[in-house]
């Protein structure tokens, strides 16, 4: 077997070489077209599969070891796809309910045509709901929601709640989830919550239970791609994935596996503090009002739907407390974090605050991913530089420092445009960034 150092001169010579063939090979940006599942409900600033796939398959090429990849901002499942795709093992985790539903769904069984019958099953149990009774009671019900979208939404939550399969309801709840973000009050052209004019609502005449039909209907389409996909290389068994693929809601800064080790880190971490860059968490605040918590984890704590922001309160950089004190520590180990918080020194400390926040629990995510990983374990970080004040965050070269202070060897960076990553048209993030790096490393400090 080659040795690892081997390994690291393989895959940066394979990856380096698709960039210098072609400057945008990384983009993406006309040769996309597969997305599978990723299309199951429009998540924020989702990954290109295509991307996935390149750097997957050419790191699992050059080391023969890798049987589990973990993915500790999990999102939308973009990375559990692809890894179910090259017929490995995934463990993964957010912090947000409707990721891990997200990832529930997309993980089976996959059984379309049982999903084509009880969508029928649903719609009948629609017809014959005369009840009136409104199935959501939340703070601003009436701001996000029309009365006839209320009503409609309470016979399709009724409808789902009755599908008796637990797998079969998280796909729907999916749906559901799609349908409330096509019909509620909220913009759709930016990822916050941000109410339509009183005009343009008025002007909107959606049915949801239409919507829904054609959502779900969509969705168990692109299921059944997949799983002929699956199918044709061998990977299901009954309509059930042959390995192991498993998600949790856990924040990545609190997650320690003390009974396993992983062979492959794949992640791309929030681009800054949720509240400033992309809501994942307040994008997900009006479906989550909808669909049963239960359904995604027994005992979920449901003080997570508190607020339209807790989600994002307690992603990364969601606590500002004392955030430039904790963030000490990582100044030690990064230069470009101190010329960061440097060149902010005259802006109000705000700006700081919020770039320490970030930087402190990215820091704090370091050291229990890297104890999850097996020695000498690849790791592919995908990033993005935000602004704040008008100074670029490097979050690349910091990150990077704060994994080289652990002990990890770089094996290489890649820089890409990012015209096909999911922005909202109105995202501030979307018009201030327009690259993304991609950092490989080698757990070479792991145990």
């Keep these: 077997m080659l040795p690892d150092t081997q390994f690291d001169a393989e895959i940066r010579t394979k990856l380096t070489a698709l960039s210098l063939s072609d400057p945008n090979y990384w983009s993406y940006s006309e040769r996309t077209n597969r997305t599978y599942a990723l299309d199951y409900f429009q998540y924020p600033a989702m990954m290109v ?8 398959r050419i790191v699992c090429g050059a ?3 890798v049987r589990t990849v973990f993915d500790a901002f999990a999102g939308s499942g973009s990375v559990l796809t692809e890894t179910m795709l090259l017929g490995l093992d995934f463990v993964g985790s957010d912090i947000n309910p409707l990721a891990v539903l997200l990832c529930k769904a997309k993980i089976g069984p996959f059984r379309p045509n049982q999903l084509e019958e009880k969508l029928e099953d649903i ?8 009840s009136n009774r409104w199935e959501a009671t939340f703070p601003g019900l009436a701001k996000w929601f029309q009365p006839r979208t209320i009503y409609e939404l309470s016979k399709l939550r009724r409808a789902i709640r009755a599908e008796s399969a637990l797998w079969a309801r998280r796909f729907f709840w999916v749906a ?4 409330i973000r ?22 909107r005449d959606l049915s949801p ?4 039909e054609e959502v779900a209907s969509d969705n168990i389409n692109l299921l059944d791609e997949q799983t002929a996909v699956l199918d044709q290389q061998n990977l299901l068994s009954r309509g059930h994935f042959k390995g192991n693929s498993e998600i949790h809601l856990r924040s990545a800064t609190r997650w320690i596996s003390t009974n396993r080790q ?6 791309s971490p929030p681009y800054g503090d949720n509240a400033t860059t992309v809501p994942y968490g307040q994008h997900s605040y009006l479906p989550l009002q909808w669909i049963d918590l239960s359904d995604i984890v027994t005992g979920i704590d449901a003080s997570c739907l508190s607020t339209t922001r807790e989600i994002d309160r307690r992603s990364l950089g969601g606590v500002l407390k004392s955030a430039l004190k904790l963030s000490e520590a990582a100044l030690d180990k990064s230069p470009s974090f101190k010329t960061c918080l440097d060149a902010l020194k005259d802006e109000p400390i705000d700006r700081r605050i919020r770039a320490a926040a970030f ?25 993005g530089n935000r602004r704040i004040a008008g100074q670029q965050l490097r979050t690349d070269r910091i990150l990077a420092e704060l994994l080289s202070a652990r002990g990890a060897r770089h094996v290489c960076t890649l820089a890409r445009n990012i015209p096909s990553k999911r922005m909202a048209l109105k995202n501030s993030v979307s018009a201030t960034m327009n690259k993304e790096l991609i950092l490989v490393f080698r757990n070479a400090g792991g145990k």
């Design 262 to 267: 992983f062979d492959l880190l794949v992640t």
């Design 123 to 130: 719609l009948s149990f629609i017809e014959s709901d005369y």
């Design 182 to 203: 096509r019909t509620s009050n909220s913009r759709t052209s930016t990822f916050k919550l941000h109410v339509r004019t009183q005009q343009d609502i008025e002007s």
């Design 359 to 383: 930087i402190h629990d990215l820091d704090g995510c370091i050291d229990p991913l890297l104890r999850q990983l097996r020695k000498d374990a690849y790791m592919i970080w995908v990033v």
């Design 49 to 56: 599969p295509d991307m996935l796939s390149d750097l997957m």
């Design 209 to 212: 239970i239409k919507i829904f």
């Design 63 to 65: 080391d023969p070891n």
């Design 176 to 179: 559901l989830a799609e349908t």
